[in-house]
């Protein structure tokens, strides 16, 4: 757990230098951070994998161009900006002057919005095709999906999530994304792991066919 929580402290690291200085070769961002290039450049790797880094070739005087690296979207997503800050704002008003739930239901009722343009196009695909739907809509959104099947259920992982500056105040907001899936599966999603809870990422869970029909579902 503590190797965990020292390779998350080195990613956070990492992306605040990318934030404030922009584009950064291995050598300067080792630097920054204090640790040799070698070790920078895995954990560039995986921050490439998951979406928050990407790099490029740049021209830098003479000679060959060097490479850079810089934040994705995604990766700006981590970091508070203004908009994140009014959005916060706007929801602590919405929660000071409406009942209490209703801004959980807003945030459900926006995703079976955001389900309901594809519904007549899911009707003869199989639970694979639609969680192939799921990534393609979520990963829209700005998070960062993969399934897999693990025996009789699958698991969505969400490695990246676009609300989670949101989420750290207003976990409401969870209910986009397991509405969504719920939606467009038709099965009822289960979360077993959070980021908001310290976890490695979102994950989800529901069952195959067989299973569902053995409970009746």
Known sequence: ??????????????????????????????????????????????????????????????????????????????????????????????????????????????????????RTDLEDLTIEQRLDVVKSLLSAEGFSVEWERKGQYFQIHEKSCPYYHVGQDHPEVCSVDQTLISTILNIPAQKIQCLLQGDNHCTYIVPHLPVLEEQGI
């Open 1 to 118: 757990m503590t190797d965990e929580i020292e390779i998350k402290k080195t990613w956070e690291r990492v992306l605040n230098t990318l934030l404030t200085q922009e584009r950064c070769t291995i050598n300067e961002l080792a630097e920054a951070v204090s640790l040799n290039p070698i070790s920078v450049r895995h954990h560039i790797n995986r921050l490439e994998l998951d979406g928050l880094v990407s790099s490029a070739e740049e021209r830098h005087g003479v000679g060959r161009p060097r490479r850079v690296y810089f934040l994705t979207d995604n990766g700006r997503e981590r970091f508070p900006t203004r908009y994140i800050q009014l959005t916060l704002r706007l929801l602590e008003q919405l929660k000071g002057t409406m009942p209490r739930g209703m801004v959980s239901r807003l945030f459900a009722q926006m995703a079976e919005d955001m389900a309901a343009e594809y």
